[in-house]
C-alpha cells in the first residue's frame, strides 16, 4: 500500500502518524485522554484534529472539507487507529456525513458537512430491538402531524456514539412494511422527546439506546425522499463497510506490532520467544494476512473513488469481513503470545481484543457479510 501513495498522501500519513506519537504515544497519555480505557472519544483532542482539517478530509471544499477522497479518510482511520487515537465520533460521522452529501438538501449539506470539519460528531440509528441485521423490521414510526410536520415514536439501540453527537440521522417507517415506506430523518441531539441511554460494554462507553417520544420535526427534516430511505441506506453501505474496515486494519496492525515487540524482547530458555518456531510461523502467517488486508482495502476505496455512483456489495463486505476478522485474530494471537501479559490491564493487548471482537458484529455482522458475497454469485 506505501508504495501506491501520492506524495501528498504519504505527507498526510506521515503527519497523522507524527499526531498520535506526540499526543497518544504513551500508555499514561492515552490513560488520561481516555479514562483509563473506558472512553473512545476526547473532545479536545477531536476539536485538535479539526483544526488541522483532518474532520474533513473526505468532504467537498464548498462545504468546509478539503475535496479528497474515500482512499484519503481510509488512510485517516487506518492511522489513528493503529496510534489509538480517542477520536472514536469519528467513524459514525463520515458514514453518517456521506449520506447527508449524498441526499440531503443544500441547507442540510452547508450546516452538517461544515459542522464535521469543525468537529461535529454525528450518529446514525437504524437498529432496533426487533431489528438489527434485519433493517427491513424496523418499527420506529414517523406520521404526518398538523401543518405537515413529522411526529415520531420509537426505540432505537445500539446507536456509536449517540451520546456524544450533535445530531443523529434516524431512519423511520413513514409507510408501508419490510423495505418499502422508510425514511430518513435530521434529528438534533436535543430535540424534545429525544432520550439517549447508555449501554455499558466490554469496550466501555460507545454505544446507547435511543428513546424518541412525540418527537416533532420539521417539513424539511427529511433526509432524501420520503420512503425512499431502503434504497438510500444501500447506497451508504460501500461508505460504512469500508470506513470499518479501514479502522480495524489499523487495530490489527497495531495488535500485530505490539506483539511483536514483546516476543522480540521476552527470553525463555535463554533465548527470545520470539525465535521458536512456534511463534515466528505465527507471525508469518499475520504479517501476509495483515498485507492482503491492507491490499484489499486500499482497492476497494480506491475503486469506490473511481466509480462514486457505482454499488460494490461484493467487494465492501469483503473488505469489512477481511479486515473485522482479521484484526480478532491479530488480538487473540497477539494475547496467546504474550501469554499473561497479554491478558493484564497493564499492556495494551487485552483492549485491543475487546475493540476487535465487536468489530465482527457491528455494520452487519461477519455472518451477514458473507451471505451478501455468497448472493452476488448467484447463490
Known sequence: ???????????????????????CGTREQRDALTGGGH????????????????????????????????????????????????AGGFVTSVITA????????????????????????????????????????????????????????GQKTWISNAHIADSILLVART????????????????TPGVEIRGIETMGGREVNDVHLTEVRLPADAVVGEVDDGWRQLMAGL???????????????????????????????FGRPVGSFQALRHRIADLATEI???????????????????????????????KATETAKRAALEGMQMMGGYGYATEYDMERHLRAAVVS?????????????IGKTYGL
Open 175 to 190: 409507510s408501508g412494511d419490510r423495505h418499502a415506506g422508510l425514511t430518513m430523518f435530521h434529528v438534533p441531539a436535543d
Open 291 to 321: 498485507e492482503c488486508t491492507r491490499l484489499l482495502v486500499r482497492e476497494v476505496a480506491l475503486d469506490c473513488d473511481a466509480e462514486p455512483e457505482r454499488l460494490f456489495p461484493r467487494e465492501a463486505s469483503m473488505a469489512k469481513l
Open 39 to 86: 472512553d473512545r472519544h476526547h473532545p479536545g483532542l477531536y476539536d485538535r484534529l479539526a483544526g488541522l482539517g483532518w474532520l474533513g478530509v473526505c468532504l467537498p471544499e464548498e462545504y468546509g472539507g478539503s475535496g479528497g477522497g474515500l482512499a484519503d479518510a481510509c488512510l485517516f482511520l487506518e492511522e489513528t487507529s493503529y496510534g489509538m487515537v480517542p
Open 238 to 268: 460501500n461508505h460504512e463497510r469500508l470506513f470499518l474496515a479501514a479502522s480495524m486494519l489499523g487495530l490489527a496492525r497495531r495488535a500485530f506490532d505490539d506483539a511483536v515487540g514483546y516476543v522480540r524482547e521476552r527470553e525463555q
Open 98 to 153: 456521506k449520506a447527508y452529501e449524498r441526499f440531503g438538501t443544500e441547507r442540510q449539506k452547508r450546516e452538517v458537512l461544515s459542522g464535521v470539519g469543525r468537529g461535529q460528531v454525528l450518529a446514525i440509528a437504524m437498529s432496533e430491538p426487533g431489528a438489527g441485521s434485519d433493517v427491513g423490521a424496523l418499527t420506529c414510526r414517523a406520521r404526518r402531524g398538523p401543518g405537515g410536520d413529522w411526529v415520531i415514536d
Open 1 to 23: 500500500m506505501g508504495s501506491r501513495l501520492t506524495p501528498e498522501q504519504s505527507d498526510f500519513v506521515a503527519a497523522v502518524r507524527d499526531f498520535a506519537k506526540r499526543e
Open 360 to 372: 465482527t458484529v457491528y455494520g452487519g455482522t461477519s455472518e451477514i457479510q458473507r451471505d451478501i
